[in-house]
């Protein structure tokens, strides 16, 4: 490049103004350090004012492409030895030991073993040579158990050799991975679902499980099979059921929330979903707690069909799920620190959900429209907590034997059954059922 008509700090003040878009570029790391030297000279540059000299950097920079701190390296040996040059030495390299002769032979080995552990390729490549004789397996049947791994990197390798790589898994973008933060409002709702066992490859039916964080309040639901035909109608009619407003719908990973279908209804409804954490197996505890202390406890566990879903959901909406909110108290949890920091809950308030509800401050507020309190107490307070429990447990007699089951259960178990609660906690109940 000549630029001997600059002559004049003015001129280069003039000159790094245009457009910064404008880029400049040295064909040769030598031919940039012999036009550097020349500007420094030119200008003389170290008895300039440290102003002008900063307009000279800018200039360089501009020209060449150097970093600042680069140009600062440069400018050091130019005071020091005199001069800017290259050096001329090269690093230091080691000399290659494994020939590309080499590297096919491991390409071969690894293709005929389907690429084996370091060590067990090593053992063959020693036994091509040192026992079988075979004298291009030479050189590399020295090679240590970690440097076949290099060679493996190598680009002679991976142009030459089938490649096997672990199988990546797909990202899907349903739902935010976190954990809801309610703030002590209701509507924020975890949900499960529970199988009612199997009999041999007939699959049994199962419980769609809807628990409201705050309030602990309990939807239950059943269908013939956990797929988005058979899910979603349910899943739309289980959150009408909710008295109060519903605003985070969060589930584990599974498929049979995390899908189109379901995010297209929670969209329309205006319900964020939300799905649990990796490695946080709590994210979702309050709902699995539930699906033990509620529906395998009142449940039991014998098979089901799946024919009799309709007839099991019907039992859920007009006594399982009154009984749960209205009737069955539920532990609510006590935050205490103690004086080093560390909390500690305490479970000393049990309340039935609608009371957790009421108690809320302006509870109104979280009412749907065209629900209120006044309608909620006519459920509530309509029969005492033993009446309805006890019209619950007939109802559930009534429901077991219409699947017209043929027990078969010790002489010991046989006074439980006659006992109103027909399914017991201490009983394991076994046996072949008319299908």
């Known amino acids: 490049m000549n630029d001997s008509h600059i002559t004049n700090i003015n001129q280069i003040k ?7 878009e ?7 790391r030598s031919g940039k350090y012999q036009w550097t030297e020349e500007v420094l000279n030119r200008f003389r540059y170290f008895r300039l004012s440290k102003k002008d000299k900063s307009t000279v950097r800018k200039y360089i920079i501009k020209m060449t492409g150097y970093s600042d701190a680069q140009l600062t390296r440069l400018i050091n040996k130019k005071k020091k030895i005199g001069k800017i040059i290259a050096k ?3 690093h230091h390299k080691f000399s290659t030991i494994y020939t590309p002769l080499d590297i096919g032979c491991l390409i071969d080995t690894d293709e005929l073993h389907e690429r084996l552990a370091g060590p067990a390729t090593k053992k063959i490549l020693e036994r091509e040579y040192k026992i079988f004789g075979r004298q291009e397996y030479k050189n590399i049947a020295d090679i240590s158990s970690s440097h076949i791994y290099n060679l493996r990197t190598t680009r ?6 089938t490649i096997y790589s672990k199988t990546k898994p797909a990202e899907v973008k349903i739902g ?10 209701p509507g924020y709702i975890r949900v499960d679902t529970v199988h009612q066992g199997n009999l041999g490859k007939n699959k049994g039916i199962y419980y769609i499980n809807l628990v409201d964080e705050v309030t602990q309040w309990e939807i239950v639901a059943t269908v013939e099979k956990i797929t988005e035909i058979f899910l979603v109608p349910v899943l739309e009619t289980l959150l009408n059921q909710y008295p109060f407003v519903i605003k985070n719908f969060h589930s584990d990973n599974g498929s049979e929330y995390i899908n189109k279908i379901v995010a297209d209804l929670l969209n329309k409804l205006l319900i964020k979903q939300t799905k649990s954490r990796a490695r946080h197996c709590n994210d979702n505890a309050l709902v699995e707690g539930k699906n033990g202390s509620r529906i395998r406890k009142i449940m039991g566990y014998p ?11 019907k039992f859920c909406q007009n006594y399982l799920n009154i009984y749960l909110n209205y009737h069955r108290p539920c532990g609510f949890a006590t935050t205490i620190t103690d004086k080093k920091g560390k909390q500690k809950k305490i479970y000393n308030t049990y309340q039935v959900p609608y009371e957790r509800l009421k108690s809320l401050p302006e509870a109104e507020k979280y009412l749907k429209d065209g629900v209120t309190f006044a309608q909620l107490d006519k459920i509530a307070y309509e029969k005492s907590d033993n009446q309805f429990a006890a019209l619950m447990q007939k109802a559930k007699q009534e429901l077991f034997k219409s699947f017209n089951y043929k027990l078969q259960l010790p002489t010991t178990y046989i006074s439980q059954i006659i006992r109103p609660n027909f399914v017991s906690d201490s009983v394991s109940i076994s046996g072949s059922y008319e299908d």
């Open 14 to 20: 003039e000159f790094v103004k245009i457009n910064e």
């Open 156 to 161: 002679q390798y991976k142009s030459h050799s």
């Open 22 to 28: 404008i880029k400049f570029k040295g064909q040769s």
């Open 88 to 90: 001329s030495t090269g």
């Open 303 to 313: 098979f089901i069909s799946q024919r009799y879903a309709p007839r099991v959901n």
């Open 176 to 185: 935010e991975r976190t954990k809801p933060e309610p703030e002590g409002k």
